[in-house]
């Protein structure tokens, strides 16, 4: 059995049979008897790196055996590993040549958080959001067969991910297609319950055996010819796993479901998956882990220890007086919760609705104040939007909390099932703009974009925490479609008011009048837009709204300037700036204008604020940026005169 530890070591701890695998085939090298030990050193080794660099924590503390016996059996990186998520990829990137370089992950330049092709052969396909593993491990064996080869393809997927339906469409495309594919189904109890008991573990060894499957394929052989008698025996096998399985459903669909096994037990995992690996068809292996195995604290609070900051270690030396430490600010998450519930009790028709966010979303306290008016629809964000649809048609208040990059999946839905009926449903965008050491699979710079060119939306984004509140407010008052976009953490620190107040949709707010420049700035970056406008002497407009936007402040700035300057935290192509160009342009109007965004094409993992500062979006980099324009448009003026 696994070792387990109640603390996360500071220091290195002494690998020495780890220190000696430098890729997958020196694993495979080792007799079956020293993989438990391989198992303790990379628990122990993951424990120490995630210390050192933050990250992801509980899922790869509960695969580890199961990342083992994958690479010990397949010929990794020509058999194809897919990650669903990639959450739990760290031993996996500890056993692919990664090992010293986990220490930095998801730091700037550091190795990514998530399986990345461009990172490693062994990333045979980058993923960050969920449920895309079946699909794409699918088109592998696809390939495979078209090319000939014997290489095997597994997708390795966790019971909330399986929430989703793309997991399920995939299955069904599988079984019709009868491909070597081997499904295998983690479940760490975070939504299918798992095994029931010993009779179930016993069964799944039989019919995982190299013996039961002769037979079974044999029998097949022999009773095609009598298609009577092959469907009795068919059904008897399935009445038979039925007895003891928690799920027929993948055996209706296609799959020759094995499980469900300890995912703790490495014997039994190399044994079952030895058996499986050559069968032919879709084979579906459920295995039941812990989340956060072999860490005390974690496996108690597998919510809690999802992911970890950096541990830090304590000063030897106590400072004689420690300085009064700062108010916490709250995050824009958290205000958002707050709003909600404080809405939940004006209006009873408020429902909340969430894909599996509960807690990064801020709605822990309104699930439990409001339970009969909290809807965690798992993984599944088209079903979010239209059932909010629904809810809407029977006079219902419901608000949507989604991530800006998870409702790229749902985007289909709010055009289809909310916009295009006019229906009254409220979405708070979190995690809009750069998100951090998270990367490009979760940063939120399109929703502008893709949400503003929709009919009948309205789109906020809040430039302080007192005005995300007053434009929740707002959009929850509009009678129609309506987001409010904020960013992931804190906020500038503004004291948010316990009262509501509609704000005037489409209307924005001077902050600062200056002379020839004019900044409109709109959301997290307006307050970096305005410290550049104080050294610039520059006008400063808070936009707040993206659609509509405020015509008679642009129009009015365009006259009086000349340089408008918009500034945003989401992709320049498509943007708010793009927004304001148009206006400008339908108006007639010619003035210099000048948009601020982020450059075409994806930002990588590393603290938000450098990576804001790398693309100039930082008071010091918009400054400079608009100086050199406005030094250009000096010269040009210029040398235009006689």
Known sequence: ????????????????????????????????????????????????????????????????????????????????????????????????????????????????????RSESDYDTFGVGHSSTSISAALGMALGAEMAGSDRRAVAIIGDGAMTAGQAFEAMSHAAHTRSNLLVILNDNNMSISHNVGGLSNYFARIWASKSYIALREGGKKVLSTMPAAWDFIRRTEESMKNMVSPDMLFEAIGFNYIGPIDGHNLDELVRTLGNMRTLEGPQLLHVYTTKGKGFAPAEADPVG????????????????????????????????????????????????????????????????????????????????????????????????????????????????????????????????????????????????????????????????????????????????????????????????????????????????????????AFGA???????????????????????????????????????LVTVEDHQRMGGAGSAVNELLHDEGIVVDVMNLGLPDHFIHHGKRDVLLAEAGLDAAGIEQQIRARHTQQSRSVADAKP
């Open 525 to 563: 970056l307006t307050p970096a837009a305005h410290k550049a406008g104080e050294a610039l002497d520059a006008t400063v407009i808070d936009m707040r709204w993206v659609k509509p936007l405020d015509r008679d402040a642009i129009i009015k700035a365009a006259a009086s300037h000349s340089l």
């Open 305 to 520: 220890y999802h992911a970890i900051n950096k541990i830090e270690p304590k000063p030897k030396v106590q400072v004689a007086v420690p300085p009064p430490p700062k108010p916490k600010r709250p995050k824009y998450q958290d205000i958002f919760g707050q709003w909600l519930c404080d809405m939940a009790e004006q209006d009873p028709r408020l429902v909340g609705i969430t894909p599996a966010m509960c807690e990064g979303s801020g709605m822990v306290e309104f699930s439990q104040r409001f339970p009969d008016r909290f809807h965690d629809v798992a993984i599944c964000e088209q079903h979010a939007v239209t059932v909010a649809g629904g809810l809407a048609c029977e006079n219902q208040k419901p608000v949507v909390a989604i991530y800006s990059t998870f409702l790229q999946r749902g985007y289909d839905q709010l055009i289809h099932d909310i916009a295009l009926q006019e229906l009254d449903v409220t979405f708070g965008l979190d995690r809009a703009g750069l998100v951090g050491e998270d990367g490009a699979t979760h940063g939120g710079v399109f929703d502008l974009a893709y949400l503003r060119t929709v009919p009948n939306m309205i789109v906020a984004a809040p430039s302080d925490e007192n005005e995300c509140r007053q434009l929740l407010y707002t959009a929850y008052q509009h009678e129609g479609p309506a987001a409010v976009r904020y960013p992931r953490g804190n906020g500038p620190g503004v004291a948010i008011e316990d009262s509501m107040e509609a704000l005037p949709v489409g209307q924005s707010r001077s902050l600062r009048e200056g002379n020839r420049i004019a900044i409109l």
């Open 1 to 116: 059995m696994p070792k387990t530890f109640t603390q996360i070591p500071l220091t290195r701890p002494a690998t020495p049979l780890l220190d000696t695998l430098a890729s997958p085939a020196d694993l495979r090298r080792l007799p079956a008897s020293q993989l438990e030990r391989v198992v303790d050193e990379l628990r122990e080794y993951l424990l120490y790196s995630v210390g050192q660099s933050g990250g992801h924590f509980g899922a790869g503390l509960g695969v580890v055996e199961l990342t083992v016996a994958l690479h010990y059996l397949y010929n990794t990186p020509d058999d194809r590993l897919v990650w669903d998520v990639g959450h739990q990829c760290y031993p996996h990137k500890i056993l692919t040549g990664r090992r010293e370089g986990l220490t930095a992950i998801r730091q700037q330049h550091g190795l990514s958080g998530f399986p990345k």
